[in-house]
């Protein structure tokens, strides 16, 4: 059974540093295939595709925020590190990290999804 | 970018009642599409992969049907349980897009 959790600061200042962490169980990222992606919703708004690591460790990140985001992976922790630098208000949301499903032919999908984890960003 | 675009953004309906959501893409993304669901306070849940395959557990009144830039999401006959957010989401470009959601409500 997979399994994914997310954990980090609710609360953070902007200009400051976000660091998330997803920790998962049931798979591994050495495997080849297999993803590990963040996703994020701000309140009462849509949900927004953030970044993607690979058990190659190939990353793609969202073109608008590629410059602020850093994601790495630890496979002999089971976890994936999402790092957002200079944060600001519009950054508060829920965020989601989500294991990557390769569907052979028809590209991927996100099949399992942690349960997010809200972070606000004020001072 | 490829940008999604769903319609309606919302729509009020009757348990019972057949409920068809299409999504737009910028581009030709073949069957690259998949669709979730999203209910008030909980992580979305995968229902369709590529454009017309029921994810394991979900049950058969979700369809999906399209190709190219077209394409839907049907509910046969709206169940209680249904209403929620579903957004669309393409895997056509590995910068994945999600539309901005068609929320279901209770007419």
């Known amino acids: 059974q997979i399994t994914l959790k997310e954990s980090g600061p609710t609360l953070v200042k902007p200009t400051q540093t976000l660091t998330l962490t997803c920790t998962f169980s049931?798979?591994?990222?050495?495997?080849?295939?297999?993803?590990v992606g963040w996703i994020r919703q701000p309140p009462g708004k849509a949900l927004e595709w953030l970044a993607l690591?690979?058990?190659?460790?190939?990353?793609r990140y969202s073109p608008s925020l590629r410059s602020r985001l850093t994601i790495v992976k630890n496979t002999s922790k089971n976890q994936v590190v999402l790092t957002m630098t200079n944060v600001d208000p519009v950054d508060t949301a829920t965020y989601y990290c989500?294991?990557?499903?390769?569907?052979?032919?028809?590209?991927?999908?996100?099949?399992?999804w942690g349960q997010g984890t809200m972070v606000i960003v004020s001072s | 970018d490829i940008q999604m675009t769903q319609s309606p953004s919302s729509l009020s309906t009757s348990v019972g009642d057949r409920v068809t959501i299409t999504c737009r893409a910028s581009?030709?993304?073949?069957?690259?599409l998949n669709w979730y669901q999203q209910k008030a306070g909980k992580a979305p849940n995968l229902l369709i992969y590529?454009?017309?395959s029921l994810q394991s557990g979900v049950p058969p009144r979700f369809s999906g049907s399209g190709s190219g830039t077209e394409f839907t999401l049907t509910v046969s006959s709206l169940q209680p349980e249904d209403f929620a957010t579903y957004y669309c989401?393409?895997?056509?470009?590995?910068?994945?897009?999600f539309g901005q959601g068609t929320k279901v409500e209770i007419k």
């Open positions: 581009q030709n993304i073949g069957r690259y």
């Open positions: 989401q393409q895997s056509y470009s590995n910068l994945y897009t």
């Open positions: 989500a294991h990557r499903r390769s569907i052979s032919g028809y590209g991927d999908a996100l099949d399992i």
């Open positions: 590529a454009a017309s």
């Open positions: 690591i690979y058990w190659d460790d190939d990353k």
């Open positions: 049931g798979f591994s990222l050495s495997t080849s295939g297999v993803g």
